[in-house]
């Protein structure tokens, strides 16, 4: 495993890199609150004003790849209207971006071109359409709140509110508003700084969450998650996509097929989705690792956790294999699947993803 000194070593030179680079190419970023932003429009545009299914989901980055590598790399699908990479304060990205073109069709040939695309060995890009947001709901606010005020007010704090509406809940005292922004990005913005600009403005304690899109059926039971919340115990096989998240909102839907059983071996198992956009997918590099030296085949066990407030899933993991002493453990996040299947396959491939790195930097040793 990489020491954290050296770990800082490489990021430092990754920057060097990025800073040299942006000087040759005369390419501006801007930083803000946690994320690099590229263009929106870039100086020189020629293209059309991005509208709705424009923007894509990247994720699976590795957490030393910066806009040196990813701008033109998603450049060759077509020019770039924004290229947004999520920060973190050590300097590394979070392992995923939002990258945003002229037209639908350039975003859709984005997704053909690179997702599933290597950019180094054992880590592959998801590439998935991104439904960008553009709704936040305000819990906790005063009973007396009038509608047009908060119009005034969220005008007043941050930008691109298009409209507000007011609801209240039984039982619950206060009310909650509905806020509707021009864009993703602004609403995204406005999340990030709300709940501390109440808190300084007015001393009050709000909650601000992405506002579902979706109705409840009343003649339905209310279910907080689409899948099996038990432990799932993985076949006796190969693994799966790096630290962070995995899938976008309202990707491409995954193959119709069930979850592997549990007493499923590899050479029995269904071919994996991510294997037929690249050619080997985390899982089963993993599973040809381990057989070339000889360690036994890994065992996974996988537990949902719980949900984040941004819609994202959180997973815990353990992989066994039987030839090292120690257990690989951690936790990986996604946004639901289509499916309970789908969900949990793209838990288990950013899990073996993870493991692959870890394999690799031990090398195999105890």
């Not at 806009?67 to 998603?74: G, N």
């Not at 005020?149 to 809940?169: C, F, I, M, N, Q």
Request: aromatic share 8%; glycine share 6%.
């Amino acid at each position: 495993m990489m020491d954290p000194k050296q770990s800082q070593v490489l990021i430092l030179r990754r920057m060097q890199k990025l800073e040299t680079w942006l000087k040759t190419t005369n390419t501006k970023l801007t930083q803000v609150n946690g994320q690099r932003k590229y263009g929106g429009p870039p100086k020189v545009w020629m293209g059309s004003i991005p509208g709705n299914n424009c923007e894509v989901f990247i994720s699976q980055i590795p957490l030393d790849a910066y806009e040196d590598l990813l701008i033109p790399l998603f450049s060759l699908a077509g020019p770039l209207w924004e290229f947004r990479l999520m920060m973190n304060f050590s300097g590394q990205n979070r392992g995923f971006a939002y990258a945003k073109y002229g037209s639908p069709a350039i975003a859709n040939a984005a997704i053909r071109l690179l997702h599933g695309h290597m950019v180094e060995p054992g880590c592959y890009l998801v590439v998935r359409h991104s439904i960008e947001k553009k709704q936040l709901c305000i819990k906790d606010l005063p009973g007396k709140t009038k509608q047009e005020d908060l119009l005034k007010v969220l005008r007043a704090l941050t930008h691109g509110v298009e409209r507000v509406s007011l609801r209240r809940e039984s039982g619950i005292p206060g009310v909650s508003a509905v806020v509707v922004f021009l864009t993703h990005y602004s609403a995204s913005m406005a999340k990030k700084v709300l709940v501390e600009a109440f808190k300084k403005q007015f001393d009050l304690d709000i909650i601000v969450q992405w506002e579902s899109t979706i109705k409840p059926n009343p003649d339905k039971p209310h279910r907080t998650v689409n899948f099996p919340q038990p432990c799932v115990q993985r076949p006796r096989v190969a693994c799966p996509p790096p630290p962070g998240f995995c899938r976008a909102v309202g990707g491409p839907t995954s193959p119709k097929h069930p979850l592997p059983s549990r007493s499923m071996n590899s050479s029995s198992r269904q071919r994996h989705p991510v294997a037929t956009a690249c050619s080997a997918s985390p899982v089963t590099l993993l599973q040809k690792m381990c057989k070339a030296a000889g360690v036994g085949e890994p065992v996974y066990e996988i537990h949902y956790s719980h949900t984040e407030s941004n819609g994202f899933l959180y997973f815990t993991y353990q992989v066994c294999i039987s030839g090292i002493s120690h257990a690989f453990k951690g936790g990986v996040m996604t946004l639901p699947g289509p499916t309970a299947a789908a969900t949990l396959e793209e838990a288990w491939q950013a899990s073996a993803q993870q493991v692959v790195l870890r394999v690799r930097n031990s090398r195999f040793t105890n």
